[in-house]
């Protein structure tokens, strides 16, 4: 399992191995350079509303947990890059750097042996979680084990599952051992990006059946640069400098990121200054969050698609030539240039042209007259209304979204236009992002499968695996296959990439799952995204790469 981040068109993987010497500084995550706490004291502010080493963060999207391990939305990774553990972070290049571990396991270092099938990671010495308690591969051993625990509401397990024992030879190395060789293991194994499963502190957890409503869920405590202060639900999270991480103190005090579930009020808080930062700002927003005064906005190409999902669950949409011709009556040009500001580039397959393992497939075109006859030939007739209709089946779809989003309720309008004339009708439903995006076992709207039609984004990476959200067996509750959807060729093809250490070659599987993905159907690319931020204009020192945003944040101040 690797976790994606889905957020509704709220707007975020495996990059080449790097090893840094335990204590060296970087441009990515690296100590800072001036005495902890007297960082950026000099400052002169030109914003009246800025509050001195104090960044406040709008984000529209409400979280369930505080813990990744049990939900997989954007403003919750994001927020993990701030205050969890975990063995590596991503650094300028989108590349993998060493955070708890001394180098990034290789074949070249000996640390992915030969045969792939086992996995060493070296601990640094003297680290602590936030509460001031010793971390060490206890907690490595232990946090493994959670994730495996069948109790644990668990995204998925995919990957976690070829793990077949854990040898703790000392308590700062950990050895896994695989069933096969698994090379995506990073960043599933306790990575940032994809705000994958974090480190868990055992002292804290070892003691329970469960995870599942721990207290702990509510102000965890972890190893980042910040800690958690308090989550008030439904409003905002208070987080401080962490005292007791090991790569110094950062030289922001505090972080509240705030949750505004209204784009509109968010703009507006941008532009009064109570908000200092929107990170991923949707395209339709761009041109207003531009002209703000004393703010900075930047764009830059991502891993992010956004994507239409079919339930294949749902009789209507189990029919392959109804989603082929719903796919051609998609004009996804006109929506990307009229209501996206031409922000995001066109593409059938999820894999951004920024990532290593790219390779560009042919562009399905929009086409109402292919759509009616591909319609006309699968037997839907139309019907006084013009709704089309099979075997007394009225071609209705009910197309969920999160609430609180004028610019996605603008798209869903501009298809169900466009939809009308292949005689599809559209039943827009709208759901709080809680919901939206809760888990199975809580009635999630994506999870438990309530849509005929969901529109949201993944977050993809170099690595290019695909299995955590096509894979058969990852069907929810078992991971976050929301498409419902089986392909027997492609999964043999996702299987044979996850023991491929060659990149050319795996460049070549990649670009065979997506054909299949392309074949069936059972989701449409609607287009690559680019990251937009915003933010004050006072922030210094702040560079997000397309991976994991809030991975550099030690010499960033206001």
Request: aromatic residues 10%; contains cysteine.
């Amino acid at each position: 399992m690797k976790k994606m981040i889905g957020f509704m068109l709220a707007i975020a993987l495996l990059a080449a191995c790097g090893k840094v010497d335990e204590g060296s500084s970087q441009s990515s995550g690296g100590p800072s350079s001036a005495p902890p706490g007297s960082a950026g004291s000099t400052k002169v502010e030109h914003n009246a509303s800025t509050i001195p080493h104090t960044l406040r963060i709008g984000d529209i999207q409400d979280i369930p947990t505080l813990n990744p391990h049990l939900a997989s939305a954007l403003s919750l990774g994001l927020m993990s890059q701030l205050t969890m553990a975990y063995l590596v972070r991503y650094g300028p290049h989108n590349e993998a750097i060493p955070e708890l571990v001394t180098q990034v396991p290789t074949k070249q270092n000996h640390l992915v042996s030969a045969d792939g099938l086992t996995i060493t990671w070296k601990l640094r010495h003297g680290v602590k979680w936030s509460d001031g308690a010793p971390f060490n591969a206890d907690d490595v051993v232990f946090s493994t084990n959670v994730v495996n625990n069948p109790k644990n509401n668990e995204i998925g397990r995919d990957g976690w599952d070829l793990i077949t024992k854990i040898d703790e030879p000392d308590k700062y190395t950990v050895v896994y051992h695989l069933k096969r060789p698994y090379a995506a293991f990073l960043p599933l194994y306790f990575g940032t990006a994809g705000a994958e499963p974090c480190l868990l502190p055992k002292h804290l957890l070892g003691s329970l059946p469960d995870i599942n409503h721990a207290p702990y869920n509510t102000k965890p405590v972890g190893i980042g640069p910040f800690r958690y202060v308090a989550w008030v639900r439904g409003d905002h999270v208070e987080m401080e400098a962490n005292p007791y991480y090991w790569r110094g103190t950062p030289k922001l005090k505090k972080i509240i990121y705030k949750i505004i579930p209204d784009r509109n009020t968010l703009l507006t808080q941008i532009n009064t200054g109570e908000v200092d930062m929107w990170p991923l700002v949707t395209p339709t927003y761009y041109e207003r969050v531009k002209s703000i005064a004393n703010v900075t906005t930047i764009s830059q190409p991502g891993f992010l698609y956004e994507h239409l999902d079919f339930n294949l669950s749902r009789p209507l949409l189990a029919d392959k030539p109804l989603r082929q011709a719903l796919r051609y009556a998609l004009d996804r040009p006109a929506i990307l240039a009229k209501l996206l500001h031409g922000l995001g580039v066109l593409a059938e397959e999820p894999t951004s042209p920024i990532a290593p393992l790219y390779v560009p497939l042919p562009r399905i075109p929009f086409d109402l007259t292919k759509a009616n006859a591909l319609l006309d030939a699968d037997g839907w007739k139309r019907g006084t209304d013009g709704v089309r209709v099979k075997n007394g089946k009225r071609l209705v779809l009910d197309f969920a979204s999160q609430s609180g989003q004028p610019d996605a309720d603008q798209i869903i309008e501009f298809i169900r236009s466009t939809w009308k004339q292949i005689g599809a009708s559209i039943n827009a439903l709208h759901y709080p992002p809680t919901i939206f995006f809760g888990a199975f076992q809580d009635g999630g709207t994506i999870y438990a499968g309530k849509f005929d039609l969901i529109l949201f984004s993944w977050q993809l990476g170099p690595d290019g695996d695909l299995s955590n959200i096509f894979e058969c067996s990852l069907i929810p509750p078992n991971g976050q296959n929301d498409m419902r959807w089986c392909n027997a060729h492609a999964d043999a093809l996702m299987d044979q990439m996850k023991v491929e250490y060659e990149v050319a070659r795996r460049k070549e599987l990649l670009a065979g799952i997506q054909r299949e993905i392309i074949a069936d159907a059972p989701t449409i690319v609607m287009w690559i995204r680019e990251d937009i931020y915003t933010y004050n204009s006072d922030l210094i020192g702040w560079h997000p790469n397309a991976t994991t945003p809030f991975d550099d944040m030690m010499n960033v101040d206001i």
